[in-house]
């Protein structure tokens, strides 16, 4: 039992801070598919449940600290522009895959985005892009990936 739970909990951090680690490292270890999807998905989830309830303290925290910047840089206009294109579907969306778990969330934190809505896209998402990480490297990860790896 023990030697289960040791194999899931590397997947489960490295999926945390970078989503496509997650499946690589379940095929890596030798778990089942669907144990890799779960535990992928839960370590998304785990960020942005963390971002959802913690997200607003954390910000005035990083805002008290940091010294002045202009508010409309190059990065922030891009970011707006972001929100107002594709708004929390399209963060969601991009999340895995650009922006990151932690990203996603500060990005829709910081435009208010009810904390419902937002773990229920993210959940979404993360099960969407899991599915397909987890499937393109179990089922192709023998012609794919080196040696190291498998």
Partial sequence: MWESILK???????????FILGPIG????????????????????????????FGDFMRRQVARVR????????????????WQKYGLLGVAILTPVILSPIG??????????PKEKLIFYMFVS???????????????GNEVLPDVIR
């Fill in 8 to 18: 899931v909990i590397p997947v489960y951090f490295s999926s945390m801070f970078k």
């Fill in 26 to 53: 379940g095929y890596a270890a030798g778990l089942t598919l669907i144990t890799t999807i779960l535990v992928t998905v839960a370590g998304m989830m785990t960020v942005v449940l963390l971002f959802s309830f």
């Fill in 67 to 82: 010294t002045k910047r202009p508010v409309f840089s190059k990065r922030t206009r891009k970011v707006v522009v972001l």
């Fill in 104 to 113: 996603g969330c500060l990005l829709a934190i910081s435009f208010g985005t």
């Fill in 126 to 140: 993360a099960a969407f892009w899991s599915v397909l990480f987890s499937s393109m490297i179990y089922f192709f």
